[in-house]
């Protein structure tokens, strides 16, 4: 599966936004889907990962839980991240990932995902 995110942008504190995944090539709905990031000088972080199942909360970075939430739209093959109250400090580029065969023990480990998308930059201003 090609992955592509999108939405990034130059946002202020306490604003929102919404990130776009979409998929080409197989059906999202039979992926786990995982969101992370990587901020400037430092390493690639988990941010969320849902499973493949309905119903399924998610698993979030205890940084972002309340502020996050990530969803899917399996009409579409997209998979959202919509932020909420963004801080200085969630500035970094955002990438999504997607495997079918991640156990849940894995949901936030990267090397658990084989498909990765290319980034896009969130800036949030103080």
């Known amino acids: 599966v090609q992955l592509q995110a999108s939405g990034g942008g130059l946002v202020q504190a306490g604003d929102s936004l919404t990130l776009s995944c979409v998929a080409s090539g197989r059906p999202l709905s039979t992926y786990a889907t995982a969101w992370f990031r990587q901020a400037p000088g430092k390493e690639r972080e988990f941010v969320v990962a849902?499973?493949?199942?309905?119903?399924?909360?998610?698993k979030y970075a205890e940084s972002v839980k309340g502020r996050f939430t990530i969803s899917r739209d399996n009409a579409k093959n997209m998979v959202y991240l919509q932020m909420s109250s963004l801080r200085p400090e969630d500035t970094a580029v955002y990438y999504c990932a997607a495997d079918p065969s991640v156990i849940s023990s894995s949901l936030a480990s990267q090397n658990a995902y084989r498909n990765w998308g290319q980034g896009t930059q969130v800036t949030v201003s103080s």
């Open positions: 849902a499973k493949y199942s309905g119903g399924y909360p998610g």
